[in-house]
T-cell receptor
Framework: QKEVEQNSGPLSVPEGAIASLNCTYSDRGSQSFFWYRQYSGKSPELIMSIYSNGDKEDGRFTAQLNKASQYVSLLIRDSQPSDSATYLCAVGPRRGGYQKVTFGIGTKLQVIP | NAGVTQTPKFQVLKTGQSMTLQCAQDMNHNSMYWYRQDPGMGLRLIYYSASEGTTDKGEVPNGYNVSRLNKREFSLRLESAAPSQTSVYFC?????????????FGEGSRLTVL
């Protein structure tokens, strides 16, 4: 069983729509959760981190965490063609703990103009 | 600020050759990491260094060695390259502890082993 699971996609959404990206994880002791964006041929870039159950909003991005269901998601409102990229979910231990995170394979998002 | 700088950006090796990937960060971060990224496999941790003077194995350390030269620099060495080591390698750093998953990545090094 993979530790962090994501659908590889591609997920295609029209411009202006809401894109919903999902991730599940297997380790119930996980305490830190991250979303990275990776453009083709480029390096990953951190866009959201979330540590508590519920929603966290930053501009057009909202991260949602449900530890009971071991589920984390990323919503992108008013999707733009520039949002087309692969989105990596990463899961880590408690703050200050063993310094390692586990990445999913990523979901490729295509925003259609 | 340069952030995390990796060299070289591209390299082609023959099986059995050795090489070192260099990484330097100018953010005064404590922790540094080496990942490899392969299609369908995601990012996998090779080695990491939680602080200057310490190194630890990650998920896929076989065939690699690392050196944390100082707080800024963390190198990855392939002693005898194999075709299975063809990959894109990323160096990353983080402030740590407390922000362990908030990684800053270098631009990557694309390695091909023939």
């Amino acid at each position: 069983q993979k530790e962090v699971e994501q659908n590889s996609g591609p997920l295609s959404v029209p411009e202006g729509a809401i894109a919903s990206l999902n991730c599940t994880y297997s380790d119930r002791g996980s305490q830190s959760f991250f979303w990275y964006r990776q453009y083709s041929g480029k390096s990953p870039e951190l866009i959201m981190s979330i540590y508590s159950n519920g929603d966290k909003e930053d501009g057009r991005f909202t991260a949602q965490l449900n530890k009971a269901s071991q589920y984390v998601s990323l919503l992108i409102r008013d999707s733009q063609p520039s949002d087309s990229a692969t989105y990596l979910c990463a899961v880590g231990p408690r703050r200050g703990g063993y310094q390692k995170v586990t990445f999913g394979i990523g979901t490729k998002l295509q925003v259609i103009p | 600020n340069a952030g995390v700088t990796q060299t070289p950006k591209f390299q082609v090796l023959k099986t059995g050759q050795s090489m070192t990937l260099q990484c330097a960060q100018d953010m005064n971060h404590n922790s540094m990491y080496w990942y490899r990224q392969d299609p369908g496999m995601g990012l996998r941790l090779i080695y990491y260094s939680a602080s200057e003077g310490t190194t630890d194995k990650g998920e896929v350390p076989n065939g690699y060695n690392v050196s944390r030269l100082n707080k800024r620099e963390f190198s990855l060495r392939l002693e005898s390259a194999a075709p299975s080591q063809t990959s894109v390698y990323f160096c990353a750093s983080s402030d740590g502890p407390g922000v362990t998953g908030e990684l800053f990545f270098g631009e990557g090094s694309r390695l091909t082993v023939l």
